[in-house]
């Protein structure tokens, strides 16, 4: 279907966010959903490209934030307020959360930090939830929207790889300190980004015995579960991400 284009915007270097006025989506939208987008309506790029919903806006506006980094998400940065743009969704299953749980860790590598926003705003509206966000990227530009996880509350710790802000090496090793000082099982941890940090962030968690979900990214033809082109190996066979998924236990994927 197509959906206006509500705004959008360039936030730092190569990311932007896309705002778009989907009422539809925006009722249905669960955190950790994603949306299959597509730029223009040539056949090349033929595909449509997936983004995690990053936000919903009071008004049922879907936000996503993404990187340019090939033709189709630079197609996409080409767009204007106001165009319509090819949307599905919302796809996939999201994140679980255990209302009985009070603390929440939410860590992100780089672009990773999309869907956690919007899990963050849903984790927020119940007053007693404490939201921690582990935010790590190679230099400060990939650090983003960190104002507007501390307008919901959560307390935040950065790491980058130069140190050009926060703490000075990897985001997992930040886990790592926090864990040992903090980590009770009664915690859950939501994790997004590249697949080793995902890994790392699991391995820790799993000492502390600490439920860890992972947002996991495999490229995606159809994103509807027909092309079979995002089979990932878990301990119950293959599972598709953009059916079974993104969403997984990290317990079940085999790392
Ligand atoms: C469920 C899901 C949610 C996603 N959410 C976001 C998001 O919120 N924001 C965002 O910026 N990106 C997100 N991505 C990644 C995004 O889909 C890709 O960056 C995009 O498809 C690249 O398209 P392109 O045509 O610009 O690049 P291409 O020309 O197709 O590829 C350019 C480079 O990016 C790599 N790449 C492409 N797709 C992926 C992928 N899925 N995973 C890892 N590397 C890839 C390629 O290997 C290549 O090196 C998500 C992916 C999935 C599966
Ligand atoms: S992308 Fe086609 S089956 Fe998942």
């Known amino acids: 279907m197509n959906a206006r284009i509500a705004s959008h915007l360039n936030v730092a270097g190569t990311y932007y966010r896309l705002q778009i006025h989907s009422p539809q989506i925006g009722k249905k939208a669960r955190p950790g959903q994603f949306l299959m987008l597509r730029a223009t309506e040539t056949l090349d790029p033929l595909l449509r490209r997936p983004f995690s919903i990053h936000r919903i806006n009071p008004d049922k506006t879907i936000e996503i934030l993404y990187k340019v980094v090939g033709k189709g998400t630079r197609l996409l940065s080409y767009l204007k307020k106001d165009e319509d743009i090819d949307i599905i969704g919302p796809l996939g299953n999201g994140f679980t959360i255990n209302k009985k749980i009070k603390n929440h860790i939410l860590v992100a590598g780089g672009i990773g ?60 090793e930040l886990f790592e300190i926090f864990l040992a000082g903090n980590g009770e099982s009664s915690s859950v941890v939501y994790a997004c980004g590249p697949k080793s940090m995902m890994k790392e ?55």
């Open 201 to 255: 962030i699991f391995r820790l968690s799993s000492i502390k015995e600490i439920f860890c979900q992972v947002s996991l990214e495999e490229r995606m033809a159809c994103g509807l579960g027909a092309c079979l082109g995002c089979a990932t190996d878990t301990r119950d066979g293959y599972k598709y991400v953009c059916n079974d998924g993104p969403v997984f236990d990290a317990g079940e994927v085999v790392w």
């Open 113 to 172: 930090i999309a869907p956690l926003l919007f899990l963050a705003q849903e984790l927020s509206k119940d007053k007693k939830n404490r939201i921690i966000l582990f935010a790590g990227g190679r230099h400060k530009g990939d650090i983003l929207c960190i104002q507007d996880f501390k307008k919901l509350k959560a307390e935040v710790k950065i790491s980058t790889e130069d140190g050009s802000i926060g703490k000075q090496g990897l985001i997992s």
